[in-house]
């Protein structure tokens, strides 16, 4: 009832940044949080960054001082700003959100996934 759909990443050198976006549409009352999260190959998927609808922020230690999240809760969309990207930092960054449907169901939803490979 919920879509994510995510979009910003690819390649990337050493040093460089790139800003992921994430809209949420459909059946929408209300997004407690939104948030990134991001699984390398062979690893869990671990959080990078949140933030709820009041715009409190949660930094995994990883993107402390590199990353910045934000959202445009009119737009139902959230942004990871990305600087000074390491080659540590190559994932499948995946959007999430959750809050309550208009039918005041609650709601968790994931986006697809986008590939953000940092290399030189």
């Known amino acids: 009832q919920v879509q994510l759909v995510e979009s910003g990443g690819g390649l990337v050198q050493p040093g460089g940044s790139l800003r992921l976006s994430c809209a949420a549409s459909?059946?929408?009352?209300?997004?407690?949080?939104m948030g990134w999260y991001r699984q390398a190959p062979g690893k869990q998927r671990d959080v990078v960054a949140t933030?709820?609808?009041?715009?409190?922020?949660n930094y995994a230690d990883s993107g402390k001082g590199r990353f910045t999240i934000s959202r445009d809760n009119a737009k139902n969309t959230v942004y990871l700003q990305m600087n000074s990207l390491k080659p540590e930092d190559t994932a499948v960054y995946f959007c999430?959100?959750?809050?309550?449907?208009?039918?005041?169901?609650?709601?968790?939803?994931w986006g697809q996934g986008t590939q953000v490979t940092v290399s030189s």
């Open positions: 999430h959100a959750e809050g309550r449907t208009t039918g005041l169901n609650n709601f968790v939803s």
């Open positions: 459909g059946s929408i009352f209300t997004i407690r949080a």
């Open positions: 933030i709820t609808s009041g715009g409190s922020t």
